[in-house]
């Protein structure tokens, strides 16, 4: 199982981002993805996930009508669109997957938003 994320960055408050985490080497279209995100000093907490098939989605409350996840199958990939970034959205974003009775990870991007 890999999972590689990209499209992390600094962004000043108010900005927009999107991450995208690339999957291979397991069926991705059979299962659930979700986003993680961990600041400094804090636990690792789940941002956003998504079905399979992409129609259920959840939201932590914090990032609820700001952030938005989805999934494009065809190319084993799964974005997360960040709108109205604020500093406190500053984080190593992670890509997670479980299967086989097993938590896997990417290897996070950094996303800083500061003026």
């Known amino acids: 199982v890999q999972l590689v994320e990209s499209g992390g960055g600094l962004v000043q408050p108010g900005g927009s981002l999107r991450l995208s985490c690339t999957a291979s080497d397991f069926t991705f279209s059979s299962y659930r993805m979700s986003w993680y995100r961990q600041a400094p000093g804090k636990e690792r907490e789940l941002v956003a996930s998504?079905?399979?098939?992409?129609?259920?989605?959840n939201y932590a409350d914090s990032v609820k009508g700001r952030f938005t996840i989805s999934r494009d199958n065809s190319k084993n990939t799964v974005y997360l669109q960040m709108n109205r970034l604020q500093p406190e959205d500053t984080a190593v974003y992670y890509c997670?997957?479980?299967?086989?009775?097993?938590?896997?990870w990417g290897q996070g991007t950094q996303v800083t938003v500061s003026s």
């Open positions: 997670n997957t479980f299967l086989y009775s097993k938590d896997y």
């Open positions: 998504i079905a399979s098939a992409g129609g259920r989605t």
